[in-house]
């Protein structure tokens, strides 16, 4: 083969190269339209009639065993699907479409209290239409606790020295009779909060008195006696009644996987979405279906 002909060759395969680059339309969402007659199969034992629940979770934030915000995520969105709710979620705030199909979302991610602009418009909407709100431990934190406390009864300022660190908490039970709360421990090794922001209208359920820890010291808190659980109804203005469900522990991963406190959260889960209350710990799956022969 000579040098002319290698030359030749080449010149044809990159104008074929250019051809399929450059000469192809660009695909449009018209263009995959025929994808809207394939609805995807149903997650194998989802219950598509279930509470629909968003888990808006964030990284990773202190040492082992607290903070773990993924683990959550992972590990409750396998729990609440076996409950028999429509399970959701991120490590990023939920976009308009997931709200738009969300009864309740449940934060767990730190100092979530920070939001874009647009991403405060997004929730101020959500919560206008009615839909709920659960926040776990610091999530109620940021730059302004007064408008966090109009979403869901309270906020926590950053930065403050506001918090026990880890200790024992002797829970004080102000609404001992409250449905949700059946089962709650006395008594739990975690971190409490004290300077928070309340929203007038806030149902306290659980307190906690601080204990004489060194960042409460320091903050003044030692001796407080502070609402650590409460449920909050509200109406926004010009929205639909709303209600946000809270719990200020969970510090710790062991506080999370507690079977009893597991089942208190699902019940302060499902009243903030307007459910009945033992719809997620009541919950009765179908019973499986018979495995097909193998071929």
Known sequence: MTIKTLLLAGAVALGCVACFAGGAPAQTAKDYARYAQWPAPRAQGQNVNGIHIFLFAGLKSHGPGAHDYPYWLDTWSKLLTAHGAVVDGALSFPSQEQLDHSD???????????????????????????????????SLCGPDPADMASLVGAGKQHGEVNYTWTATLDYNFVDRDNPIVQGMPLQIYDEAFFKLNFAPGVHPILTVTMPDTPSARRGGGVGQTIPQ???????????????????????????????????????????????????????????????RPEL
């Not at 929205?239 to 507690?258: I, K, N, T």
């Open 104 to 138: 309740v979302v449940v934060i767990y991610k730190g100092d979530a209290g920070y939001m874009t602009p647009e991403q405060r418009a997004r929730l101020q909407a959500y919560v206008k239409r009615g839909g709920g709100l659960v926040t776990l431990h610091d």
């Open 229 to 291: 659980m409460w449920t909050y109804e509200h109406t926004l203005p010009g929205g639909q009644p709303a209600r946000a469900f809270v719990w200020m522990q969970g510090h710790m991963v062991d506080s999370l996987q507690d079977p009893a406190i597991q089942k208190v959260l699902m019940r302060g889960i499902a009243w903030a979405g307007k459910k009945p209350i033992t719809e997620l710990t009541d919950y009765m799956p179908p019973p499986p279906r018979a495995s």
